[in-house]
């Protein structure tokens, strides 16, 4: 079952065509890469896609939703992780979670029994009272990914959330996401890290606004020759004619 379907989705700022009449589906479960160099669309996309900007022309769909109709109901469906860690230092880990859980509507006699297993399984229940500040980044944006996920969206956007973390770090938080997929959570993930498009499904990679490629990284390392996703993005991504917008 398809959790996104766009179709000749376009945004344009005056004269600029920021995203082109770009159309895809993400299935449910999947983890989507979405890449793009600085200035090739993929945020403003993003954006959209999350109903936070409206787009120009084409139909978008998140979650069963028309996100031109309805943004905030989308608001509401999805969860959301950025770069920047969005979680408060000089609250406590439950007191985040509380937080949160409150944001996105969870029912208060549900957020203290999915607190203790969230902590359970993150292994923090010895530190459900301890300040985020004091914690790692590593171990912050794990946190940060299980509040993004604490309501159950049908699909959690993660724009670069590996950001600042060490390889290490990286490969545990990708465990997250894997556990999510496997839960039937839909990731859509964009990252700046080539050898995490090879944990992905499927990758779509923007050039000028537009989708150059569209497949399974296996698919596009044998439709370029390329013997690695790095190899695949630069390659199309030396195709761009324009700069960061």
Request: aromatic share 10%; proline share 3%.
């Amino acid at each position: 079952m398809d959790v996104i379907e766009t179709e000749g989705l376009t945004k344009q700022f005056g004269a600029f065509t920021a995203v082109d009449h770009i159309s895809f589906t993400v299935r449910r479960g999947e983890i989507f890469g979405f890449l793009g160099a600085n200035g090739a669309g993929k945020t403003t996309a993003m954006r959209m896609l999350c109903g936070l900007s409206r787009p120009t022309s084409g139909s978008l769909t998140v979650a069963g939703i028309d996100v031109r109709r309805e943004p905030e109901r989308v608001k509401k469906a999805i969860g959301y992780m950025s770069q920047k860690f969005a979680l408060y230092d000089e609250l406590t880990v439950a007191e985040n979670i509380r937080l949160y859980g409150g944001i996105y509507g969870v029912r208060e006699g549900e957020i203290s029994g999915r607190t203790e297993r969230a902590l359970s399984a993150l292994g923090l229940l010895g530190e459900r009272d301890a300040l985020v500040g004091s914690f790692p980044a590593g171990w912050k944006q794990k946190l940060a990914f299980t509040v993004a996920t604490f309501h159950e969206p049908r699909i959690v956007f993660l724009d670069e959330p590996t950001g600042g973390v060490d390889p290490a770090a990286r490969r545990r938080f990708w465990e997250l996401i894997y556990a999510a997929a496997n839960r039937g959570v839909t990731a859509f993930v964009t990252t700046h890290y080539m050898d995490e498009a090879e944990y992905c499904d499927r990758v779509s990679i923007m050039v000028d606004g537009r989708i150059a490629a569209l497949d399974s990284p296996e698919a596009l390392r044998e439709r370029f020759g390329c013997d690695s996703m790095d190899s695949v993005f630069h390659r199309l991504a030396r195709e761009a004619t324009r700069g960061a917008d």
